[in-house]
T-cell receptor, first 112, second 122 residues
Framework: KQEVTQIPAALSVPEGENLVLNCSFT??????LQWFRQDPGKGLTSLLL?????REQTSGRLNASLDKSSGRSTLYIAASQPGDSATYLC???????????FGQGTTLQVKP | DTGVSQDPRHKITKRGQNVTFRCDPI?????LYWYRQTLGQGPEFLTY????????KSRLLSDRFSAERPKGSFSTLEIQRTEQGDSAMYLC????????????????????FGEGSWLTVV
């Protein structure tokens, strides 16, 4: 059974810091991994999707990496801003299924 | 394109009542998903459709829950005889199948979520 874990559960950093969020999964037979952002009381916004054959994806100040063999992904946020404050969720998908399995998320607070 | 739309955004109901949520996916997306999320947890998969066919259904979806997508466009999620444990945010999402080298990828693309429908059962 696939399990997804995100550490830490919460993180507080001063504005301008570079930071890394971690995601680990127990079954390496994934099709892709997706990172999402969720603001309080809102839905999920897709940030980056990495196919299982890829090692990383970049979008602006965000960079996501994937090491399928070790069951790990990281989301790197450069030069953090107060507007980055949110909960970040990673989710994995296996082949031939529409189901995403989510971690519990990391709640990030960036202080001005 | 206005993204995935969900209605109502908030619903308060008494225990034992039935509730129905509606989801309108992104127009060209043929896959539609329902998830449930409680406070402090990641979303949990409930079910998904490809066009009008319901292809997967979680064991979380008890007999009181039913989802439909009759014409392969919008979907409804109905909860009958609501219980306090049903209080959660119900998220709808959609995606499209990607054609790759002449073959359909079974489950390839980015999944886009709506803003969710909050249910409170009192």
């Amino acid at each position: 059974k696939q399990e997804v874990t995100q550490i830490p559960a919460a993180l507080s950093v001063p504005e301008g810091e570079n930071l890394v969020l971690n995601c680990s999964f127990t079954d390496s037979a994934i099709y892709n991994l997706q990172w999402f952002r969720q603001d309080p009381g809102k839905g999920l916004t897709s940030l980056l999707l990495i196919q299982s054959s890829q090692r990383e994806q970049t979008s602006g100040r965000l960079n996501a990496s994937l090491d399928k063999s070790s069951g790990r992904s990281t989301l790197y946020i450069a030069a953090s801003q107060p507007g980055d404050s949110a909960t970040y969720l990673c989710a994995v998908r296996r082949h031939n299924t529409g189901k995403l399995i989510f971690g519990q998320g990391t709640t990030l607070q960036v202080k001005p | 394109d206005t993204g995935v739309s969900q209605d109502p955004r908030h619903k308060i109901t008494k225990r034992g009542q039935n509730v129905t949520f509606r989801c309108d996916p992104i127009s060209e997306h043929n896959r539609l998903y329902w998830y449930r999320q409680t406070l402090g947890q990641g979303p949990e998969f409930l079910t998904y459709f490809q066009n009008e066919a319901q292809l997967e259904k979680s064991r979380l979806l008890s007999d009181r829950f039913s989802a439909e997508r009759p014409k392969g466009s919008f979907s409804t999620l109905e909860i009958q005889r609501t219980e306090q444990g049903d209080s959660a945010m119900y998220l709808c999402a959609s995606s499209s199948r990607r054609v790759d080298r002449g073959h359909f990828e079974s489950s390839g693309n980015t999944i886009y979520f709506g803003e969710g429908s909050w249910l409170t059962v009192v």
